[in-house]
């Protein structure tokens, strides 16, 4: 988490610099007006996001999670992890969270693969946007191209992956601060 928030610091400085540099004071205050309008959108987002995944992680048991979308689970944690990724609905802050919260509490690294490949490749409640900003046809199109890539990518994750779990896990409870 240190070394994250450093590089995210860094980069804000070195932007911040840039913005003074191009604009002076008012164009850096410009760029926090921005980002303070961002954030207070965001909140409400991430509450409800972290919420989610705690309340996850306390009411389903690892046991559960392992039936399901662990290590036994084979093609059904897979197929489980794609259609909750194409289900649930909000951006990277509501299910990288859950993803983390998956791995926790006892899913395979496949599963969470194509929990995330379906999230991005799948939403459903993209549709409607879809269909109307480009058409019911190419929509229809990109659905069925994309429709085996959640499954392989878990697929190819449990094969690539299963020998790092651990060191994934470790990785995200340091990030957490779990540890």
Known sequence: MQKTFLGMGAAALILIISAWLQGGWALV?????????MLLQVIPLLLLAFTTAGLISVLFSEETV???LGQGSGWKGITLGALAGALIPGGPYVFFPLAATFLISGARVGTVVSFITAKNLWTVTRIPMEVALIGPEITFVRYVVTFVFPIISGIIANLLLSGYTEKILTGIRKLQKLD
């Open 66 to 68: 392992s039936h399901w």
């Open 29 to 37: 205050n410009e760029g926090f007006h921005v980002s303070g309008k």
